[in-house]
């Protein structure tokens, strides 16, 4: 069973920076080759929505076009670990963040940023940005 989780969020002001991780436990070798990792967000009364995501060993990534420049989405390939660097945060960053993962390359733009491609979530980490 594939598990994903977040840690890492917290309550920062306008200007701040925060590093979000994901942690990848799962049981080999349900993952290998390239796959799909991706950063989405939830504020309150507002869908799902996409921040970032990353081509597992490939290194393609995509972003929102409001994260571009402020938020960096890496990975510890050797140690199962997402990272998402936020920085310059402003209130409207505000949100839960979670990591999702799917098994298969998602090579299109639309697919990759899309929850419904993918078929593994964490629980949450909570971001918080006061003004």
């Known amino acids: 069973q594939v598990q994903l989780v977040e840690s890492g969020g917290g309550l920062v002001q306008v200007g701040d920076s925060l590093r979000l991780s994901c942690a990848i436990v799962?049981?080999?070798?349900?993952?290998?080759?390239?796959?799909?990792m991706a950063w989405f967000r939830q504020a309150p009364g507002k869908e799902r929505q996409f921040v970032a995501s990353?081509?597992?060993?490939?290194?393609?990534?995509r972003y929102l076009d409001s994260a571009k420049g402020r938020f960096t989405i890496s990975g510890d390939y050797a140690n199962n670990m997402m990272y998402l660097q936020l920085s310059d945060l402003n209130p409207w960053d505000t949100a839960v963040y979670y990591c999702?993962?799917?098994?298969?390359?998602?090579?299109?733009?639309?697919?990759?940023?899309?929850?419904?491609?993918?078929?593994?979530w964490g629980q949450g980490t909570q971001v918080t940005v006061s003004s």
């Open positions: 999702a993962a799917d098994r298969r390359p998602l090579w299109r733009s639309d697919y990759a940023s899309s929850d419904r491609q993918y078929s593994y």
């Open positions: 799962k049981s080999p070798p349900v993952f290998s080759g390239t796959y799909t």
């Open positions: 990353l081509m597992w060993r490939a290194g393609d990534t």
